[in-house]
């Protein structure tokens, strides 16, 4: 009697724990090598999918039937054609390789021909039943039906999931370790002009050795940074922490709320030189924090620049003194840093339009609106060219030598222009 070895395989785990679909399998075998005088030297068995060009990087099972197969050229059986693979490519190769393999269901004198039609049929036959599960689940999920994890509690998956982050946690660092000494030889290598290396130079220095990435690739510095982290492995002097670099330009906004990025980098002081971009990230982030304390900021929506500061203290100062007037506040915030009065002005003005914005009927009318730090009946301070002395003399209660003095500076203007005044 020849002898052969038998294959049996199903789709799903329950399938495979019912055991049903795997004892008619057998049946299917052991009739058949009875009726053609075969032994069965050996079982295996396997419950994946036929699906795949390659399935034995996926079914160890198939792998090994086919291994002690073409060691002692015996015959694999199975009971379908499906059940070896759903898969054309796969099964041509085998027939290919001169693996002789018989399929119960079709007798022990089936030719090539026959097999590759029964190979598409199978293949053709799991695209159907892939698209009939799809549209199936895909009602059901219409209906309201819940499907794999949703049907556990919400606890359970939690914990499924911590699980599954803790095993993925576990496998990195037992790869970070593999690789602990090349690790700890590249941070130690000497950088450019003698200071410490960076991570992108010392990935440099791993490739250069010939040394392979964990997925057999070239190294990256920042790969190479997650795996030092990983380990523990002491990180280079050369490279700036992000909280390190933060306090110093926050310390230099604190005692220079007006420093640009390259003012940051030229006093930051620190033992490797901060490029501009990274400075002025870390400089954005510290005025965004400080726009973000401030109420005046976002009553009115300034945009956050290097005027941050000095707009904030100027609506500090209104909030207090609404009635101070622009040289007030240019005095109010001191000698140091004090911007133009025009400027002050201006951002007063915002303030003044945020906190006493018109109503809209008024605003249709067309009228004029004046922001109340402004005099209304003497005009602006510092542009009117005789404020000073009408506001001393309404102040002394004399309306009459006000109307003379207004009358006289009108008639010097007109002189002034070459035109004689009319009386």
């Known amino acids: 009697m020849k002898?052969?070895?038998?294959?049996?395989?199903?789709?799903?785990a329950e399938q495979g724990r019912s055991g049903q679909g795997l004892a008619a399998q057998r049946f299917d075998i052991k009739a058949f090598a009875a009726r053609e005088g075969f032994t069965i030297e050996a079982w295996y068995q396997g419950i994946q999918t036929g699906a795949g060009a390659d399935p034995l990087t996926v079914r160890p099972g198939l792998a090994a039937a086919l291994k002690q197969a073409r060691a002692l050229r015996y015959s694999l059986i199975v009971s379908r054609l499906d059940r070896l693979s759903r898969n054309v490519h796969f099964i041509t190769s085998l027939m290919e390789h001169k693996v002789h393999f018989i399929v119960a269901q079709l007798g022990r004198d089936c030719d090539h021909f026959t097999l590759h039609i029964y190979a598409c049929l199978a293949?053709?036959?799991?695209?159907?039943?892939?698209?009939?599960?799809?549209?199936?689940a895909e009602l059901e999920k219409r209906r309201g039906r819940k499907f794999g994890?949703?049907?556990?509690?919400?606890?359970?998956q939690r914990r499924v999931s911590?699980?599954?982050?803790?095993?993925?946690?576990?496998?990195a660092l037992e790869r970070a370790r593999a690789y602990r000494v090349p690790i700890e030889w590249a941070l130690k290598q000497p950088g450019v002009n003698g200071e410490p290396i960076s991570f992108r130079a010392a990935a440099g220095k791993?490739?250069?050795?010939g040394i392979a990435s964990p997925r057999g690739l070239r190294w990256r510095g920042d790969a190479l940074?997650?795996?030092?982290r990983r380990l523990g492995v002491q990180l280079p002097v050369g490279y700036l922490q992000n909280e390190t670099v933060l306090g110093r330009v926050r310390a230099l906004w604190h005692e220079d709320p007006d420093c640009t990025a390259k003012q940051a980098v030229a006093r930051c002081g620190l033992e490797h030189r901060l490029g501009v971009r990274r400075a002025e990230a870390m400089l954005k982030k510290v005025r965004m924090a400080a726009a973000n304390r401030s109420a005046v900021?976002?009553?009115v929506g300034w945009p956050v620049d290097r005027w941050t500061e000095m707009r904030i203290r100027i609506g500090e100062i209104i909030q207090r003194h609404p009635e101070f007037t622009g040289p007030q506040v240019l005095e109010a915030l001191g000698p140091e840093g004090a911007p133009r009065l025009i400027w002050v002005w201006q951002v007063m003005s915002e303030i003044h339009w945020v906190w006493n914005h018109p109503r809209p009927e008024a605003l249709r009318k067309g009228k004029r609106f004046y922001p109340l730090w402004r005099d209304l009946k003497w005009g602006r301070p510092g542009h009117s060219v005789n404020y000073r002395a009408r506001k001393r003399v309404h102040d002394e209660g004399s309306d009459r030598?006000?109307?003379?003095?207004?009358?006289g500076a009108g008639e010097e203007r007109l002189r002034a222009r070459g035109t004689t005044p009319r009386h």
Do not use: C, D, F, P
């Open 206 to 209: 791993l490739n250069e050795r």
């Open 225 to 228: 940074r997650r795996m030092a």
């Open 3 to 12: 002898r052969a070895i038998g294959y049996l395989r199903v789709s799903t």
């Open 297 to 299: 900021q976002r009553q």
């Open 401 to 407: 030598v006000l109307t003379r003095q207004h009358a």
């Open 162 to 171: 911590a699980l599954g982050t803790a095993v993925i946690v576990r496998e």
């Open 123 to 136: 293949e053709k036959e799991r695209t159907l039943i892939s698209e009939r599960a799809k549209a199936t």
């Open 149 to 156: 994890l949703q049907l556990r509690s919400k606890a359970w």
